[in-house]
């Protein structure tokens, strides 16, 4: 059983900058994408960026592209989402997300994952 725990979450400024770390307690085998969520109050919880271990491939959602970077590093144990430029509306609770065998028409859906973290907390104003 995979245990994802995010941190790196706060309070910033619109403008500024944070990065929040996903470490998995182990690898996922086989189809396997770690992605980044977020949930606002309210609304649904939204894919922000989906890594794929298997094949490399980055998917960013519209709001993210060109603003948030995921990336994986100490052999895909921990996922980082760069987050600059950060907007008011980026305001959500962040969660980590990995599955194995994610179909590709799941990726961007909550869905399509197996495991999650307990979420970090994000707040722009």
């Known amino acids: 059983h995979v245990q994802l725990v995010e941190s790196g979450g706060g309070s910033v400024q619109a403008g500024g900058s944070l990065r929040l770390s996903c470490v998995a307690s182990e690898d996922t085998k086989g189809g396997r994408c770690m992605a980044w969520f977020r949930q606002a109050p309210g609304k649904q919880r939204e894919a922000v960026a989906v890594r794929s271990l298997d094949y490399g491939y980055a998917i960013y959602t519209d709001f993210a592209q060109g603003r948030f970077t995921a990336s994986p590093v100490d052999n895909w144990k921990t996922l980082y989402l760069q987050k600059d430029s950060l907007r008011s509306d980026d305001t959500a609770m962040y969660y980590c997300?990995?599955?194995?065998?994610?179909?590709?028409?799941?990726?961007?859906?909550?869905?399509?994952?197996?495991?999650w973290g307990q979420g970090t907390q994000v707040t722009v104003s």
């Open positions: 997300a990995a599955g194995s065998r994610v179909p590709d028409s799941k990726r961007l859906r909550a869905d399509g994952y197996q495991y």
